[in-house]
């Protein structure tokens, strides 16, 4: 799973990149090119099975970061002039909008004035005429065609029926299509249809105040698009990053902070791309695996190996939080809480698993 970073230049983007990833990507360079890195996703739970099984190695999950360099408005007069921003964001399966409210003087905003809000229209604009020139080109070329045929006829008036929505500014994601109409319409990749976070890029002085220019404005936008916003400062982020858990902890209390910033970007990307965790566990290894909400055990036994897919027998499934109340695998056995599922048993989030297969 790929998560892009987006925004205007100078918002911060790279830095939340390093801080994510552990990189070391050059900050405020005006870069073309994208910065790729992994970061683990912090799960409690996983920190507790490690404590209790003390395994040679503990593994999160993990997700793919692309931090894309800052947007320029689109050239020439085209709708979507910014191709290598573009190209960039399509390989994305989601998107993080970093949006700059921070104040410094050393580093003048593109736009001049402080706006999160129209950084945030500016390029969700982008992706719509992106996906509104995509459906404008192929709408022509089926017109235009020698011979229409059916399945043409099908995707031309899917294609009319989404054009409309997308005037309207508003996106994929609000055309009523129906599943078997939105998988036939899968291979074109709408951006619009991506699920986005938006992260604002706060100063110490507007996140303790918990307010920032055209805050009100950014809220309601978000709340209209059904984009998930975070408030969190980067400066901030990199002095904690600094510290030594101990003095971590203490800095977080007295900022009254439960969890670090980079941590909840980390969750709330997973989280919203409907990804969840199984857990495998041993002396060896305890890890998290990730996997889409709806898989089934089959399905899943088949991301540790497709031999165990293959050969898949019967699943072996505790609940985290009954060995997590209980203590021991032993005392979830012994009160009845230890279960063989089949190939079609869906996998929930924490899951305990082992997999009996025969290959």
Not at 68 to 85: D, T
Not at 239 to 252: G, S
């Amino acid at each position: 799973m790929k998560i892009g970073l987006v925004g205007l230049p100078l918002t911060g983007k790279t830095t939340f990149f390093n801080l994510l990833t552990s990189g070391k990507a050059e900050t405020g360079s005006g870069k073309i090119d994208a910065n790729l890195g992994t970061a683990k996703v912090p799960d409690s739970r996983i920190d507790f099975l490690s404590e209790l099984y003390q395994p040679r190695k503990t593994i999160y999950a993990q997700i793919d970061f692309i931090d894309i360099a800052g947007l320029m408005s689109s050239q020439g007069g085209q709708k979507s002039g910014a191709g290598k921003f573009l190209n960039d964001v399509r390989v994305c399966d989601a998107l993080v909008h970093v949006l700059r409210a921070f104040e410094n003087p050393q580093v003048v905003h593109v736009q001049e004035e402080i706006n999160p809000a129209r950084d945030l229209e500016t390029v969700e604009m982008e992706l719509l005429f992106a996906d509104m020139e995509l459906i404008e080109k192929r709408i022509e070329r089926i017109h235009t065609s020698k011979k229409i045929t059916k399945e043409d006829k099908a995707e031309l008036e899917r294609l009319e029926k989404c054009y409309p929505v997308l005037e309207e500014g508003k996106s994929m994601r609000d055309v009523g299509l129906s599943e078997i109409e939105r998988e036939a319409m899968k291979n074109y990749a709408f951006l619009t249809e991506k699920p986005r976070l938006a992260v604002v890029n706060v100063d110490e002085e507007q996140f303790k105040q918990k307010d920032y220019p055209h805050r009100q404005e950014l809220v309601a936008l978000c709340q209209g698009k059904n984009i998930p916003l975070l408030e969190i400062c980067a400066q901030m982020e990199a002095e904690i990053n600094e510290l030594e858990e101990e003095d971590k902890a203490l800095f977080m209390a007295d900022l009254g902070l439960t969890e670090a910033g980079i941590e909840l970007i980390a969750r709330n990307a997973y989280e919203h791309l409907g990804l969840i965790s199984f857990f495998t566990v041993g002396e060896d290894e305890v890890r998290a695996w990730t996997i889409a909400q709806g898989t089934t055990a089959k399905e899943a036994a088949g991301k540790i190996h497709s031999d165990i897919e293959r050969g898949f027998i019967r699943a072996e499934v505790v609940k985290y939080q009954d060995i997590q109340e209980l203590g021991t695998m032993v005392k979830v056995k012994e009160n009845g809480l230890f279960r063989l599922e089949g190939k079609t048993y869906v996998v929930e989030d924490g899951d305990i698993i082992n997999f009996r297969f025969n290959v």
